[in-house]
């Protein structure tokens, strides 16, 4: 499945715009700080996008899931 692949649903992010593909996922989650990008919930969307664009299927659906709980968690922990 090619990073160009679409959500389903876009996901919107908390500051206006919307992450609308795998790669505008993935964009976003290279320009994040370094310790951001290793915070767990972060790894696992990493992982889910990964999969999403290596295997497609139901993994563009987890990636999605998990790109938006990630984006949620970002300043609830510690």
Same mark, same amino acid.
Request: hydrophobic letters at 45%.
């Given at each position: 499945?090619?990073?160009?692949?679409?959500?389903?649903?876009?996901?919107?992010?908390?500051?206006?715009?919307?992450?609308?593909? +795998?790669?505008? %996922?993935?964009?976003? $989650? !290279?320009?994040?700080?370094?310790?951001?990008?290793? #915070?767990?919930?972060?790894?696992?969307?990493?992982?889910?996008?990964?999969?999403?664009?290596?295997?497609?299927?139901?993994? +563009?659906?987890? %990636?999605?899931?998990? $790109? !938006?709980?990630?984006?949620?968690?970002?300043?609830? #922990?510690?």
């Amino acid at each position: 499945m090619p990073w160009s692949t679409p959500f389903d649903d876009p996901i919107p992010l908390h500051g206006g715009g919307r992450l609308a593909t +795998l790669q505008q %996922a993935a964009d976003y $989650v !290279m320009a994040l700080p370094e310790t951001v990008q290793h #915070e767990p919930h972060w790894q696992v969307a990493v992982e889910n996008l990964i999969n999403a664009a290596e295997t497609g299927g139901g993994w +563009l659906m987890f %990636a999605r899931i998990a $790109v !938006m709980r990630a984006l949620n968690m970002d300043g609830k #922990e510690g």
